[in-house]
């Protein structure tokens, strides 16, 4: 089994998980609104092929949302 990744966007009351950032960003129309409803995407990763093989928690960069969302714009 490989690494996978789960990105979980909580936003207004609700969480959502996609399988990629791409989906994740895509719930939102734009960065304000994003950022107006203190919304927050987390990447959960699990590497079976570590020594400890636990759920990694990392709050994705506001600066890589901002990156995905203006790749999405550009489209």
Do not use: F, R, V, Y
């Given at each position: 089994m490989?690494?996978?990744k789960l990105w979980i966007a909580v936003s207004e009351?609700?969480?959502d998980a996609y399988k990629n950032l791409?989906?994740?960003i895509a719930k939102f129309?734009?960065?304000a609104t994003f950022v107006?409803?203190?919304s927050q995407i987390t990447c959960l990763t699990y590497n079976p092929k570590e020594?400890?093989?636990i759920w990694q928690?990392?709050?994705v960069p506001l600066k890589d949302i901002a990156k995905k969302m203006l790749e999405k714009m550009k489209k």
């Open positions: 490989s690494e996978q009351g609700t969480i791409k989906d994740a129309d734009n960065l107006a409803a203190e020594k400890e093989a928690i990392e709050q």
